[in-house]
């Protein structure tokens, strides 16, 4: 009778997922239709997705999960990732579509769920379509950059794999979901504040991953390197 060799279990993985995915879904549903401008010294003024400052942090764990786990598991959080906003972005439509109650509070109230969760299928194809292509762009290129450099220089692939994962996630969404509907001029504002801010927010947040990155090899006693890897992105099997 052949035995299945049992697999590893660590102590952190599913709360990270959890973490992931909470950031994931209060990014993307929180801010990212909004247009906002800042006054900035020496720049002036700056237009950019008021979901600026928090969807980074996704990909933050990103880098954590493929540098300690490998890109195997992290394909899976990005899965339960995409799952979770499928989820959300059709109970939004259902509950957007609902008559509301006959009366005038609810008459009101019903505009500003409309304005809220409204979305036009283009932001929720365009949020999900580049989380998903930005992510595993992300932690593909962290994973070979990994096992090129043995193991070294952490901030090389954690910045280089930030540079590739937020260029195909930035163009990506607001192509999808702006275009024609956005003068250019603003969009292109928009992408470049975009991908600049979040790119430099990666470099900024280094000290904090690489701690976090060497909390979690102690701890899980795992650094997988994705050597013979299977980086087939549509696979949820580790």
């Not at 990103?62 to 195997?72: N, W």
């Not at 954690?158 to 260029?167: D, H, L, M, P, Y």
């Amino acid at each position: 009778m052949s035995t299945t060799p049992a697999q590893k279990t660590y102590r952190y993985y599913d709360l990270i997922m959890a973490a992931f995915v909470c950031v994931l879904l209060c990014s993307n549903l929180i801010g990212p239709a909004k247009a906002a401008q800042l006054n900035l010294p020496v720049l002036g003024t700056v237009t950019f997705g008021a979901d600026l400052f928090f969807f980074p942090i996704s990909y933050i764990f990103g880098d954590i999960l493929t540098e300690v786990y490998g890109y195997g598991r992290d394909r899976r959080v990005v899965w339960a990732g995409f799952g979770a906003l499928a989820f959300a972005a059709f109970m939004a439509f259902v509950v957007v579509h609902l008559p509301p109650a006959d009366n005038a509070f609810m008459a009101e109230y019903q505009q500003h769920v409309e304005a809220v969760f409204g979305n036009t299928w283009r932001i929720v194809a365009g949020s999900m379509i580049a989380f998903a292509a930005g992510s595993f762009a992300n932690s593909f290129v962290l994973a070979k950059m990994k096992v090129a450099m043995q193991g070294r220089h952490l901030w090389a692939r954690v910045i280089g794999s930030t540079i590739i994962g937020q260029a195909v996630d930035t163009s990506l969404f607001l192509t999808i979901a702006f275009w024609g509907i956005w003068p250019h001029e603003q969009l292109m504002a928009v992408l470049v504040a975009q991908y600049l801010f979040k790119t430099l927010w990666e470099a900024v947040m280094y000290p904090v991953t690489a701690k976090v990155v060497g909390f979690l090899k102690r701890i899980e006693n795992e650094d997988y390197y994705d050597r013979g890897t299977d980086f087939n992105p549509f696979k949820v099997r580790v």
